[in-house]
């Protein structure tokens, strides 16, 4: 979901002598901005030179700036004079007096905006004093002198600090207010809330014809979620689908600005999710899938403008595969050409304004009003120049110098044999090379068109070394060569295409305009600033600067989502043979967050056997062991990471490096049962990243820390650890992060027995993960709805649900995610005794994990057959997948599995009867589960046992296990439901032998129980005189309670 910012609207007022106040307006917001962003508060800054653009009004020029201003949405009003009040307009002695006029009745009306007013008294020259511009000055301040409104500052540090005050204060108060719903009803203008989408065109105020065109869209859109508009280079096309849109709210509409290097990852960012580029198995994809479910959830309209402009088929990819699959969504493309690909896309072809280009070029000659030439040499001059509207405008331009003549433009300029393009250029030249065109206008824009999109006035004071360009770039917006929206100044894609083939030095101007964007880096990376660093990098020639940026940013745009924009920089790099084993490692990460794990494999060892040795060796080296570690390779990892933790050990730089190894190593002692070591080496790693403050992995290391809890069955620690990741990912509005904890949480829940909180968790973590379109976390998460709801015995919505999450990791391409589902679906097959297509799914499974070479799973996998093999009454072929399980589970060191297998392999030789050989196996899974420390295990094992004594008749030890199994179970806290099984078989022994009998049986085995057990055990409970119900049969086929997924007969209750 877009993240929404509450902006508040300052418009400035002011004449022409205060430049340098105006100035630090601009900076004290900006500073504002930054300091308010973790709070999603910003001032968005409107004044008459960046909001207003040259226009045709009733009211004459004010009137143009009055509509850009919109001073009665403001929420704040600011006036500052010194000595010059300003030139007069219609209705008052100047444009600032009318401005403020305005403001004070708006205020009158609705209680807004607050106005301050600032004077300046800086002393000044008396010779260069305009005595009558200083006298309405006076008049003015002495005029509201009485409204409180005013202040007086000298110099510009000084009014930089009142304002500063007075803006903090604004938001302050604005924050600390009470609710709308206690206020009294007001008129005030609503704090605005952005998602940071870009900018939108507006139609031009002269957009002329185009009706068959303009019914056409209409038509089309009906039907189709999908459109290219085509047309020349200057025919109108963003016009023209600007006015087709101008109905839609804006937040409806994403307009993309397509760049020749522009991906996906690009447009997710611009459409305000870039939560969705977060996380692991980010294949294009998934992305490709999360994107679509946002914007059909959101019913935006994607519009993407010079789309002939890619270099790269990214997008390409995604629109061939969305085209069939929108429904409330629409994409609209914008391109000179219909893209080769897209043929069947319907399309809208744009030619010249054909009758209408007579109209159209009367609306421009009527702004230069001393232009007055005959109307049969327009028609002529828009005949020849076929209705071409950019053509148009320029052949205007040049008639209204006033030196050109309708006969010297159609006989030297327009040529019947030229081709379009040509012919724009010429006329662009003729625009760029009239003696009207002053040097100081033709440097500006030849220094501009290194930009690609829309900038910011700073840009072109950047690009012209400091110079004062206000007069130029000015010049340049009435004559259409520029023009401006919301502050963000473009030239038309053909004059900068113009341009920059005039532009002699574009190495330097390049760098220039590197600097510039390095300049607005700000504390949290910005992929699009990067990129544009990397663009002005690379096309001025500096490409060991732009290798050094990919060095210093590539892990911020890893963590950021962008790893198409990374992986594209790099190879434009390295296909110039410039390489850094940083490449490598980072080629390394983004393909195994893809999935790919040899091509990860092939990265890492090229980074750490490079040349360039570094922190990326060491990183690269333990990147290498954790795919080993994925693949089941858990020894050689190892070694990885212990060599790995050595080096970082002696160099107090690689302290982010240690930490991470610190918590492989944990992982690996978890893996072999060593939870203690576990747990040591966790902690080590959380105090080393909280003194970096490395917050995603404090986080990470609290939610493993938690999965050590919840192996041993300390489920109160392994709820406190996971709320600890959760209130870290919550600070940090780390969305991933909130649903991977809210995930943990719900198992702890569930482990508990306790499945409607466990529900209430994952459906959390469901709700955020579907917020910002995480289609691996909404899949997993289906999952373990699916396991709650199987272990409630819904089988039917369990189902459901499982076939939700398949759907997704089909689609994108998730393999493992596959293989879990479709296991989980044939465990559900499994509980309805639908034997055979549980068999067919979890072969599926297993088919699927060997080809990932996923071993850990595989061994899970076998050890599913076998219980179904069990359950046909096939004990030699259960006892032949539990014995592949067991041996899988031995070579890698998997204790926990070993200790499953091994209980297995018992209730097989039980349903054979033969006893001994199952006590034997319950109790190798008992050592096992003692020495790594899983109370929940050790309770499942001390339950069967006694089962087994029962069976041989005898009853103190089958007592003295059960009581183990059930005060382990109080203990840890599972469920009453869960409990009762070992309880009935108790209160059964009870029945069988008498209270009297029971009760010396039971205070012998009480003793015998270990001290820190007996509080957890209800002896008096147990041994009460009370008439004990008649044992329910305990339905050996309904699913254990305990969360397993497996039958009575096969997990708590097996007997």
């Not at 272990?791 to 398949?806: H, M, R």
Request: glycine share 6%.
């Amino acid at each position: 979901m877009p993240t929404n910012k509450t902006c508040y609207k300052v418009v400035l007022a002011s004449p022409s002598d205060v430049t340098t106040e105006r100035e630090a307006v601009d900076s004290v917001i900006a500073g504002i901005n930054n300091i308010k962003k973790s709070k999603n508060i910003c001032y968005d800054l409107y004044r008459w030179e960046t909001d207003s653009y040259p226009t045709f009004h009733a009211k004459g020029p004010q009137g143009v700036i009055d509509e850009a201003l919109k001073i009665e949405d403001a929420h704040i009003f600011i006036g500052i004079f010194h000595t010059r009040f300003g030139t007069p307009v219609l209705d008052s002695d100047s444009g600032t007096e009318h401005e403020i006029k305005q403001a004070i009745k708006t205020w009158e009306e609705k209680q807004s905006p607050e106005i301050k007013l600032y004077f300046k008294n800086a002393a000044v020259n008396p010779y260069e004093l305009n005595f009558a511009q200083f006298e309405k000055v006076k008049n003015f301040r002495e005029s509201v002198m009485s409204d409180g409104i005013l202040c007086d500052f000298t110099t510009t540090e000084e009014f930089k600090t009142e304002l500063n005050t007075h803006l903090h204060k604004y938001i302050d108060d604005a924050e600390a207010a009470p609710p709308v719903a206690s206020l009294a009803p007001s008129s005030a203008p609503t704090p605005q809330t952005s998602t940071a989408r870009p900018l939108i065109p507006k139609p031009s105020p002269i957009f002329t014809g185009r009706t068959k065109e303009l019914a056409d869209f209409n038509n089309i859109i009906k039907s189709s979620n999908t459109l290219v508009i085509e047309g020349l280079g200057g025919i109108g096309k963003t016009d023209f689908a600007a006015m087709c849109l101008k109905e839609l709210p804006p937040e409806k509409l994403v307009w993309f600005d397509c760049l020749p290097e522009s991906t996906i990852d690009a447009l997710i960012d611009a459409s305000g999710f870039p939560d969705l580029l977060k996380g692991e198995q980010k294949t294009d994809l998934a992305k490709h899938v999360g994107y679509i479910s946002l914007i059909e959830r959101d019913g935006l309209t994607i519009l993407l403008d010079n789309f002939h402009d890619l270099a790269n088929d990214s997008l390409i990819e995604f629109f061939k595969y969305a085209e069939n699959r929108l429904e409330n969504a629409r994409i609209i493309i914008l391109s000179r050409v219909h893209p080769k690909e897209l043929l069947q896309t319907a399309n809208i072809k744009l030619i010249g304004l054909e009758a209408d280009a007579f109209d159209y070029a009367k609306k421009i000659l009527a702004h230069y009003h001393n232009v007055t030439p005959d109307d049969f040499n327009i028609k002529v001059i828009c005949k020849r120049l076929k209705g071409h509207p950019f053509a148009i405008l320029h052949a205007m331009r040049l008639l209204s110098y006033g030196d050109v003549t309708p006969d010297e433009i159609i006989e030297h300029i327009i040529r019947p044999d030229d081709p379009d393009d040509a012919l724009s250029k010429r006329l662009l030249g003729a625009v760029f090379d009239h003696p009207r065109s002053t040097e100081d206008e033709k440097q500006l824009l030849l220094n501009s068109s290194v930009f690609r999109s829309r900038i910011e006035r700073a840009a072109f004071t950047n690009i012209s070394n400091g110079k004062d360009i206000t007069n130029a770039l000015h010049r340049l917006m009435d004559k259409q060569m520029v023009t401006l929206l919301n502050g963000l100044y473009e030239t038309h894609p053909l004059v900068r295409e113009f341009c920059y083939e005039r532009l002699e030095d574009k190495v330097t101007t390049h760098l220039i305009a590197a600097d510039f964007f390095k300049q607005k880096r700000q504390t949290m990376i910005d992929p699009s600033i990067e990129e544009e660093i990397f663009h002005h990098l690379y096309s001025g020639n500096a490409l060991y600067g732009a290798a050094d940026l990919v060095v210093e940013e590539g892990e911020g745009l890893i963590l950021a989502g962008h790893t198409s924009v990374l992986k594209d920089m790099i190879e434009k790099l390295t296909a110039l043979k410039i390489e850094r084993s940083k490449f490598h490692l980072y080629l390394g990460d983004i393909a195994q967050i893809r999935g790919e794990w040899d091509t990860a494999k092939t990265n890492y060892e090229k980074a750490f056997t490079s040349n360039d040795k570094g922190d990326s060796a060491i990183e690269a080296w333990i990147k290498y062991g954790e795919i080993l570690f994925k693949k089941g390779l858990v020894e050689e990892a190892k070694g990885y990471f212990d060599d790995a933790y050595s080096t970082c050990n002696k160099n107090t730089d690689l302290q982010k490096m240690k930490a991470r190894v610190l918590n492989n190593i944990g992982l690996i002692c978890k893996h072999f049962g060593d939870y203690l070591g576990a747990e040591t080496k966790m902690t080590e790693a959380f105090a080393i990243q909280q003194l970096i403050k490395d917050y995603v992995g404090e986080a990470t290391t609290l939610n493993d820390i938690g999965g050590i809890y919840l192996s041993q069955s300390n489920l109160p620690k392994a709820l406190t650890k996971h709320k600890e990741a959760l209130k870290i990912s919550k600070e940090k509005d780390d969305k991933n992060g909130q649903a991977n904890a809210l995930n943990s949480i719900g198992s702890v829940y569930k482990t508990q027995g306790n499945l409607s909180e466990a529900l209430t968790k994952y459906e959390e973590a469901l709700k955020i993960s579907t917020e910002i379109g995480n289609k691996k976390s909404i899949a997993a998460t289906l999952n373990n709805i699916g396991l709650v709801y199987m272990t409630q015995d819904s089988c039917p919505e369990a189902l459901v649900k499982y076939e939700e999450a398949l759907k997704i990791f089909n689609e994108i391409g998730d393999r493992s995610g596959q293989a879990a589902t479709i296991n989980n679906i044939g465990l559900l097959y499994k509980a309805q005794k639908k034997l055979p297509e549980a068999l067919i799914m979890l072969n599926k499974s297993l088919k699927i994990r060997k080809d990932i070479s996923n071993k850990k799973d595989q061994a899970a996998t076998l050890n599913n057959i076998g219980s179904v093999y069990k359950a046909q009454g096939v004990p030699l072929d259960a006892l032949k997948k539990f014995k592949e399980s067991l041996k899988i589970h031995k070579d890698i060191g998997n204790m926990e599995g070993q200790a499953n297998n091994l209980h297995n392999i018992g209730s097989v030789y039980k349903d054979q009867k033969k006893l001994r050989d199952a006590l034997i196996k319950f109790k190798e899974s008992l050592k096992i589960r003692i020495e790594i420390g899983n109370r929940d295990g050790q309770a499942n094992n001390h339950h069967n046992i006694g089962t087994i004594y029962l069976k041989q008749g005898k009853r103190k030890d089958a007592i003295t296990s059960l009581f183990l199994s059930l005060a382990m179970q109080n203990e840890i806290g599972l469920s009453e439901k869960r409990k009762r099984i070992t309880k009935d078989f108790i209160f059964n022994v009870k029945n069988t032998v008498g209270p009297k009998n029971f009760q010396i049986i039971a205070q012998e085995s009480f003793n015998a129980l270990p001290q820190d057990l007996q509080p957890h055990l209800p002896l008096s409970e147990l041994t009460s005189n009370k008439t004990i119900q008649p044992q329910k049969k305990v339905n050996m086929n309904a699913l254990c309670p305990c969360g397993s997924g497996k039958e009575q007969k096969d997990c708590c209750d097996a007997h």
